[in-house]
């Protein structure tokens, strides 16, 4: 059984960095695409970032790509979302995601993703 586990969210002020982790068990994802996607209270679930490795193709949601970087960890089966220059708009559930193929296309619709986790909380104040 596939899981996927994300932790690293937490509270922080505006201006400040989070990091956080997602690890998966009950397969590997090499080659295929690890994404992290966000949820604010009433709003769509929005894409934020996909990476596939080894070799990328890396994506970033719009206007991301300056504060946040994705990054694999692969022997650990681990996909990381370095978050800097947080913003109280940055706030949301963040929800880590596995494809189960090796297509990139549609790489920003949820419905392109087998596998997710239950989120994890990222609250920014002002």
């Known amino acids: 059984q596939v899981q996927l586990v994300e932790s690293g969210g937490g509270l922080v002020q505006a201006g400040g960095s989070l990091r956080l982790s997602c690890a998966a068990s009950?397969?590997?994802?090499?080659?295929?695409?690890m994404a992290w996607f966000r949820q604010a209270p009433g709003k769509e679930r929005d894409f934020v970032a996909a990476?596939?490795?080894?070799?990328?193709?890396?994506y970033y949601g719009d206007s991301l790509a300056g504060r946040f970087t994705i990054s694999r960890d692969n022997a650990e089966n681990t996909v990381y979302l370095q978050m800097n220059s947080l913003k109280p708009e940055d706030t949301a559930v963040y929800y880590c995601?596995?494809?189960?193929?090796?297509?990139?296309?549609?790489?920003?619709?949820?419905?392109?993703?087998?596998?997710w986790g239950q989120g994890t909380q990222v609250t920014v104040s002002s």
């Open positions: 990476n596939r490795w080894p070799g990328g193709p890396t």
């Open positions: 009950g397969r590997t994802f090499s080659n295929k695409l």
């Open positions: 995601a596995a494809r189960a193929t090796t297509f990139l296309s549609n790489y920003d619709h949820t419905t392109s993703y087998d596998f």
